[in-house]
């Protein structure tokens, strides 16, 4: 069991690994039990000694803003803001990223500028630690007002309302904190707010995504590396000296990439009749490294947002200061997570067509990759399979942070789409998996019409680990189960394993 402590130090992108065992507890430090108490205790004195509204706190929310509510009802307030705005729809968010959700939320509060209360911090801590996951959908997200409907999904609960996940069954809220011996929360001033406004949905998305798309960089590296052997493409493109002088850090880094697993190829040593390679090869660090590039920079801007207070309004008890603003706009994500998308869909897009050549029938490989074309078809209908993937993936990659709708009777008249950018992101990424599934299994199949002792020996480690799970194809079968198994052997295998002796 592992134990990390929410602190105001700086949460890297990396550590969220470990938030997604589920072997992890998360622990309040000291400090930051100390800086929620303190918010906390400042707002009360701010509400009982002066008269003057504060958003959300003793007025109503949105266009409402300008309803006060008395003091007897700032509890209900909170409650009715929690139940009013669980108006999500769609299909279910997955599992790790509602736990990442919980844990985002946790962080955020524990900086010491929302006033929550510490009982109400601890239950989201304690629904992390349990393993109960709040029934979050996918759908009802502006990105704007922070992520409102889905977060009001994970909140409820606390509230013994709406549904959890536990330990592989569904149940109501009220019912699992029986099960826990916990009762509903009572909340009181500016909580609901607090649990409500926040990036986290949008975040964790792009986090989860972030993590993914790192190693399945690195596979499109491996199965472009394979699809090149097999191709037998030639390596002079790789050259150092040519990426040096362009000076881009990806391509750099991408084409190292590529010699690191072409290392030791006899195959690169046989002589060529061709001069040079069509894009999709010769051009592997250009493209993989512009994607790698764009990876970088979405993971700075969510390394900042996760380390973030993203509620509203914001305290400042040192300076005396409640201030009402917006950084629970979801602009910074939503043209990142869109980014993000466009780069991974590219991913996708030159694999389908190093897939494409693979099956051509050129460089002495047989048509469709079967020793006797005409009575099998081969591997004709896996390249039909990614271009329809590749395709949506290319309607998946057009832009959600470009629309806006105006809600709340205008007052909130700007909002980021983020949420959408962020599902829809989700969906890019499990397509380059697949995508990059058919590569593998099409490049491991055309190979093997070369004399596999020669390929490099990073190549010859993957080839055998993958026969393991997928076979040659000698004459047709049914494909969709191969195809499946190449996508979950991307899935679950880290090319760092195959440089290991």
Known sequence: MHTHYISTETVHLDDLNLILDRNTRIVLSDDSRRRVVRCREYLDGRVANHDAPIYGVTTGFGSLCNQDISKDDLGALQRNLVMSHACGMGEEVPEEIVRLMLFLKVQSLAYGHSAIRLETIERLIDFFNEGIYPVVYSQGSLGASGDLAPLAHLCLPLLGLGEVLYKGRKHDGAAILEEMGWKPLELTSKEGLALLNGTQFMAAYGAFILLRAKELSLWADTTGAMSLEAFMGRIDAFYDGVHRIRNHPGQI??????????????????????????????????????????????????????????????????????????????????????????????LASISERRIYRLISGTRRLPSFLVANPGLNSGFMIPQYTAASIVSQNKQFATPASVDTIESSQGQEDHVSMGANAAVKTLAILENLGKVLGIELMTACQAIEFRDTDKAAPVLQKVLKTFRKDVSFVQNDKVMYEEMNKSWEFVCNHRTSQFYQN
């Open 253 to 346: 880094n991408t084409a190292m990439h590529i010699r690191k697993i072409l290392e030791g190829s006899e195959l690169q040593k046989e002589k060529r009749r061709h001069v040079q390679d069509p894009y999709s090869f010769r051009c592997i660090p250009q493209v993989h490294g512009a994607s790698k590039d764009a990876i970088d920079y979405v993971s700075g801007v969510l390394e900042n947002e996760i380390n973030a207070v993203t509620d509203n309004p914001t305290l400042f008890p040192d300076e005396d200061l409640i201030i009402s603003a917006g950084n629970f706009h979801g602009q910074p994500l939503a043209l990142a997570l869109d980014f993000l998308g466009i780069a991974l869909a590219e």
